[in-house]
């Protein structure tokens, strides 16, 4: 019958529920703010050794105690009597149900329109926004747009110090940008230790996302360490806004960068990091990029056109031409990785150019040198 069907599946249900809640998420939790913390390349062998080490620690010990073990999900010949036969019949079928229920949720996730809150604020308010966004590089994949539709969700949050932001394994709705004050972030290593002090925040840093883009719990805590102006940014729009678009930049980027030499052989994390860093510039004809002697705080890819380096090798003559660089070359990185002046001038010939904005990262320093 209908209710006995339903009764079965409740009950199972409940059994799933109870064996995820106490057994899966006490694990997958710790592990999920490792990873997030550590980042390793060698993420499998990450989570093989944390699972080795984590056997004899109190946390597990507290999941093994009492486990009444495994249920056998099959239905044998014999409880076959005591099953609803429809439910028989629905697990016969599961696999294809499955598939096309995959189907429908991927085409009805697709028709849902999002619709983004608006915060009233004066125009002051929405231009610190802007100005405080163009620092932060989690929204550097938006358009002018997306820009937009970011500000007019953000709302101001007064937090007055020694007041606690965010706090370590909470869940997280929000992202922070700091207009002003000072937070500090710390981070519970293990239960009985003291909290391990990562960084201070400033104006115009950005904290939170990890809990949004992973749908992880929070990884540290983060308390006012001065009287703070925060905008918060809910998690709808976040999702729908700026984890999308930065996703999208992936994509569009990702061939065109797996195509520059010097990152034929990094690894994808690696080329995640880059993806999100980069922000186009286009250069006309005749515009100058770098000059020789200036200091450097950016380095340059370029995507299509060509630009051309000059440099002073004779005071009493004409700057020479020394390096023409075309689609795939890569050029500046040497001011930032020596902190010396600019060793060139390069000049661009009508081209679209990509700049990284963290470019003293583990995947520049390995770049061979260029200009």
Same mark, same amino acid.
């Given at each position: 019958s209908t209710q006995s069907t339903w009764d079965y599946y409740k009950s199972k249900m409940d059994n799933h529920s109870e064996y995820l809640k106490g057994k899966v998420n006490p694990l997958l939790e710790p592990l999920m703010t490792e990873l997030l913390i550590h980042k390793p390349s060698d993420a499998v062998g990450f989570i093989i050794n944390w699972l080795e080490k984590s056997k004899g620690s109190k946390e597990v010990k507290k999941i093994q105690k009492d486990d009444p073990g495994s249920e056998e999900e099959n239905i044998t010949d014999q409880e076959e009597d005591q099953v609803p036969e429809s439910v028989i019949a629905k697990k016969r079928i599961s696999s294809t149900r499955k598939a096309i229920s995959a189907e429908v949720d991927g085409d009805l996730g697709k028709q849902v329109k999002f619709i983004p809150r608006v915060i009233p604020k004066t125009e002051d308010q929405n231009q610190r926004i802007r100005t405080k966004l163009q620092a932060c590089f989690i929204f550097n994949a938006l358009d002018a747009k997306e820009i937009e539709v970011v500000v007019g969700a953000m709302e101001e949050k007064q937090v007055k110090t020694g007041t606690r932001v965010i706090t370590q394994k909470d869940e997280g709705d929000n992202l922070y940008v700091i207009d002003s004050g000072t937070l500090t972030c710390v981070r519970q290593m293990a239960p009985d230790q003291e909290p391990k002090f990562l960084k201070d925040y400033q104006p115009g840093e950005a904290f939170g996302e990890l809990a949004l883009l992973y749908n992880a719990p929070r990884a540290a805590t983060i308390t006012a360490k001065t009287d703070c102006i925060l905008w918060s940014l809910d998690r709808a729009t976040f999702t729908n806004i700026v984890k999308?678009?930065?996703?999208?930049?992936?994509?569009?980027?990702? #061939?065109?960068?797996?195509?520059? %030499?010097?990152?034929?052989? *990094? #690894?994808?994390?690696?080329?995640? %990091?880059?993806?999100?860093? *980069?922000?186009?510039m286009e250069y006309k004809a005749g515009e100058v990029l770098i000059k020789e002697g200036d200091e450097g705080n950016i380095f340059f890819l370029l995507e299509s056109g060509e630009a051309i380096a000059t440099k002073n090798l004779d005071p009493a003559k004409p700057p020479q031409e020394v390096m023409n660089y075309k689609k795939g070359a890569y050029f500046g990185e040497l001011a930032l990785l020596k902190n010396t002046p600019r060793a060139a001038t390069v000049t661009a010939k009508t081209c679209l150019l990509y700049t990284s904005p963290s470019p003293r990262d583990a995947t520049l320093s390995r770049m061979p040198s260029s200009a």
């Open positions: 999308n678009a930065a996703m999208k930049k992936r994509s569009k980027y990702e #061939e065109f960068l797996k195509s520059v %030499k010097i990152f034929g052989t *990094v #690894e994808n994390y690696e080329l995640m %990091k880059v993806m999100d860093a *980069v922000k186009p």
